[in-house]
C-alpha cells in the first residue's frame, strides 16, 4: 500500500485529473472515458482516483461547474455594459447562446448524450446545491434591471430555464432544417426580448416583413 498523499500532492493531483479530465471529456465524451484512461493520463494509480471522486461523472460534474461559473462571469460582464433596451437584449441573447454554444465541453455532453449517465451518478444534494447557486446568480444579475423596471418581473429559475432551452435548440438545427433555423430562431429572440424588456424599440417592427417573405 502506497503512502498518503500530503496536502501539496492532493492539490496537485486533483488540479492535473481537472486538466486531463477536461480534454478526455471533450474529446470522447463521458460515456467513453474511462478511469483507467484518467487516472493515466494524470499518472496516478486508478485506486487513488477514488480518494478524490466517487466516479467520473463526479469528476465531470466538477469540471463542468467551473466551465459554468467562468461563462456565468462573462455574461455578466456583457449583460452590464449596455443599457437595457429591447435590441440590446436581443444582442445580449445572441452573444450568449454563441458563448455557450461555443464550448467544446457543453456540446460534447449533450451531442453524446452523456447528461443523464452524469445525472444518475451525481448525489441529490449537490445537484440541488448546484440549482441554488445558478437562480441566486440569475436573480442577482437582474434584480436591479428589474428594480428600475426595465425588466418585467420573472423568477429566476424561468429566465434560467429560457436560455438552457436557447441552447437545446441550437443542437437541433438539422432536425428543424437549416433553411429555416436561423429565421425561426431570430424570431423567437424577438419575441422574447420584446416581451420581457421594457424600453426602446421593439425588435419585431423592424423583422416582422422578413418573417412574411
Do not use: C, W
Not at 95 to 122: F, R
Not at 131 to 144: G, H, N, P, S, V
Amino acid at each position: 500500500m502506497g503512502r498518503p498523499f500530503n496536502e501539496d500532492e492532493k492539490e496537485a493531483i486533483k488540479n492535473n485529473l481537472l486538466e486531463k479530465g477536461r480534454a478526455l471529456f471533450v474529446k470522447k465524451g463521458l460515456k467513453n472515458t474511462t478511469i483507467e484512461e484518467l487516472t493515466q493520463s494524470s499518472g496516478i494509480a486508478q485506486g487513488s482516483f477514488y480518494a478524490f471522486y466517487g466516479s467520473k461523472e463526479e469528476l465531470y460534474f466538477e469540471i463542468l461547474e467551473s466551465e459554468e461559473k467562468q461563462i456565468s462571469q462573462l455574461i455578466e460582464k456583457q449583460l452590464l455594459s449596455f443599457d437595457m433596451t429591447r435590441r440590446n437584449f436581443k444582442k445580449f441573447l445572441f452573444q450568449t447562446i454563441e458563448l455557450i454554444t461555443g464550448n467544446p465541453l457543453l456540446i460534447s455532453l449533450l451531442n453524446v448524450n452523456d447528461y443523464q449517465a452524469m445525472i444518475s451518478k451525481i448525489p441529490d444534494e449537490k445537484l440541488q446545491e448546484h440549482l441554488r447557486k445558478e437562480y441566486k446568480f440569475t436573480d442577482r444579475l437582474i434584480y436591479q434591471f428589474q428594480k428600475e423596471k426595465y425588466m418585467k418581473h420573472i423568477r429566476p429559475e424561468i429566465l434560467s430555464g429560457l436560455l438552457y432551452a436557447l441552447f437545446l435548440l441550437q443542437l437541433h438545427r438539422d432536425e428543424i432544417g437549416t433553411g429555416v433555423f436561423t429565421d425561426m430562431f431570430e424570431f423567437l429572440i424577438d419575441i422574447i426580448s420584446d416581451t420581457l424588456i421594457n424600453n426602446g424599440m421593439k425588435n419585431f417592427n423592424e423583422t416582422e416583413d422578413d418573417y412574411s417573405k
